[in-house]
Antibody, heavy 122, light 111 residues
Framework: EVQLVQSGAEVKEPGESLKISCKGSGYSFSNYWIGWVRQMPGKGLEWMGIIYPGDSDTRYSPSFQGLVTISADKSISSAYLQWSSLKASDTAMYYC???????????????WGQGTLVTVSS | QSVLTQPPSVSGAPGQRVTISCTGSSSNIGAGFDVNWYQQLPGTAPKILIYDNNSRPSGVPDRFSGSKSGTSASLAITGLQTEDEADYYCQSYDSSLSGSVFGGGTKLTVL
């Protein structure tokens, strides 16, 4: 069974750094892109970026470029999302998801982590 | 403002049929990129409902169907059930943003 298990909820103060994780199992982790999706309280889904664990090729949404860093360690089947200096506006649920594709015009996310709630407050 | 536009809410009585629209542009749906739909039940992670415009993953009832035409797509749900009450999101790829984009989401209420 394909599973993505994310690290637990975090409560941080503004200006602190943070790295959350997403561990895959039940499939060849290196061979599938992993995306990150933000959901702010009461709001919709926002695509942040994506990484290919096999070679760490990474793409970012223009809205998140420079604000977060996405990384992966294929040796332990894990992907990461990190911030160097959190803001209150980073308060949200963050999901990782496995990307699938059937053609050059196709991209969807077939397996999702349970989400990591990040709360940034002084 | 989401790149893909969905109605904020739709509603229907049990047993009825509802549709949710998703309108894009020439850089995403209109460019030929496929549309996918997700269901998010309260307090849970999104779940893939329809991929590649009209394909259902195993386990998704055939009450759910998708279609695409031009710069728009639709999700249809027939035989509405109370457990269908959830938020629904469309998603596609956008060539000008070089990444995936989501619709703003539609809250389905089963009256």
């Amino acid at each position: 069974e394909v599973q993505l298990v994310q690290s637990g909820a975090e409560v941080k103060e503004p200006g602190e750094s943070l790295k959350i994780s997403c561990k895959g199992s039940g499939y060849s982790f290196s061979n599938y892109w992993i995306g990150w999706v933000r959901q702010m309280p009461g709001k919709g889904l926002e695509w942040m970026g994506i990484i290919y664990p096999g070679d760490s090729d990474t793409r970012y949404s223009p809205s998140f470029q420079g604000l977060v860093t996405i990384s992966a360690d294929k040796s332990i089947s894990s992907a990461y999302l990190q911030w160097s200096s959190l803001k209150a506006s980073d308060t949200a649920m963050y999901y990782c998801a496995r990307r699938r594709s059937s053609s050059r015009s196709s991209e969807w996310f077939d397996a999702w982590g349970q989400g990591t709630l990040v709360t940034v407050s002084s | 403002q989401s790149v893909l536009t969905q109605p904020p809410s739709v509603s229907g009585a049990p047993g009825q049929r509802v549709t949710i629209s998703c309108t894009g542009s020439s850089s995403n749906i209109g460019a030929g990129f496929d549309v996918n739909w997700y269901q998010q039940l309260p307090g849970t992670a999104p779940k893939i409902l329809i991929y590649d415009n009209n394909s259902r993953p195993s386990g998704v009832p055939d009450r759910f169907s998708g279609s695409k035409s031009g710069t728009s797509a639709s999700l249809a749900i027939t035989g509405l059930q109370t457990e269908d009450e959830a938020d629904y999101y469309c998603q596609s790829y956008d060539s000008s943003l070089s990444g995936s984009v989501f619709g703003g989401g539609t809250k389905l209420t089963v009256l």
